[in-house]
């Protein structure tokens, strides 16, 4: 470790609690304007002072987000395939250079296990890793199975244990039964991605449960910039993440807090 990953790894991962709310909003990279993201600068910036950090493409970044912000960036550096085509087929689409000129706090990359180009995206991530070793750049691995393959322990373990040996500082994966299992043989930071859009209570029973069983923060998009109240969602994840609040707390404050969006 050196100063500057773990002064990175700080920004990303609050340092009262070793929690994270990352906000992500990397979609359109592969969805394009995806439902909730038509407009990202709408979308995203009353959600903002909300998130401990911001998970996103350079372009997004760059046009929609105001460079005045505070808030740490976990850009998305990998792509270049779309929802028409094999989206395993992935490469790294953005250079260390306009990283670090971006001021990012760390980089995302998607390995695709058990898919058809499981190979190239883990030699992705192994060249991403060390090229910000360099620079002191942390890597997120974001974890997913062959569309085949269901997303329990068995498969999401084998993805995030992947991901940790070959050196990603940081793993996004999905909640699941057992999920404990997953945070003992994956000894690096995981985060849970939300999935698709479900119920408030039940997307807040999965931030509250992935957080019991050993993750370390949420990496949540869907499920908060598609509800019908995303700043209610966001605050009551918050409070789940960083007030240590049950789910059914939370979702009583949800329901306090959507009613006041409603008003606004
Ligand atoms: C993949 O599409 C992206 O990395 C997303 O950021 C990730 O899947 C998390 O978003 P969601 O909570 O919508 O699953």
Same mark, same amino acid.
Not at 1 to 11: A, E, I
Not at 118 to 135: A, F, G, I, M, P
Not at 258 to 264: G, Y
């Given at each position: ?11 990303i991962?609050? *340092? ?11 979609? +359109?990279?592969?969805?394009? *304007?995806?439902? +909730? ?5 709408d ?28 808030i ?9 395939? !779309? ?10 689409t953005? !250079? ?21 180009y ?18 002191g750049? *942390? ?5 997913a ?20 040996e ?9 909640y ?22 479900? *119920? ?16 370390? +923060? ?23 993440v ?10 009583v404050?949800?329901?306090?807090l ?7």
């Open positions: 470790m050196s100063w500057g990953l773990d002064n990175r790894l700080s920004r991962f609050q *340092p009262s609690n070793g929690r994270t709310l990352m906000l992500a909003v990397d979609h +359109g990279y592969f969805q394009g *304007p995806t439902s +909730g993201l038509e407009v990202p600068k979308a995203i910036t009353p959600l903002l002072p909300y998130a401990d950090t911001l998970m996103v493409t350079r372009g997004v970044l760059r046009r929609c987000v105001d460079p005045n912000s505070k740490p960036v976990v850009l998305r550096v990998s792509g270049g395939t !779309s929802i028409l085509k094999e989206l395993s087929n992935e490469g790294l953005t !250079s260390i250079e306009d990283a670090i000129r971006l001021n990012v706090s760390g980089v995302a990359i998607s390995i695709f296990v058990g898919s058809e499981e190979r190239q995206t883990l030699l992705n991530l192994s060249k991403l890793v060390d090229t910000c070793e360099r620079y750049i *942390p890597v997120l691995a974001v974890t199975v062959g569309r085949d393959m269901n997303r329990d322990a068995r498969y999401l373990s084998l993805c995030c244990r992947i991901a940790t070959i050196g990603a500082h940081i793993v996004k994966t999905y699941c039964e057992n999920f404990d299992k997953i945070v003992k043989s994956s000894p690096v930071p995981i985060v849970i991605a939300g999935g698709k859009k479900i *119920p408030e209570k039940a997307a807040l029973d999965l931030a509250y449960n992935a957080l019991r069983d050993g993750a370390l +923060g949420v990496d949540m998009g869907r499920n908060i910039f598609q509800s019908k109240y995303p700043v209610a969602m966001i605050r009551s994840v918050r409070a789940i960083h007030e240590n609040a049950t789910s059914k707390e939370a979702f404050l949800f329901n306090k959507r009613r006041k969006e409603k008003d606004s």
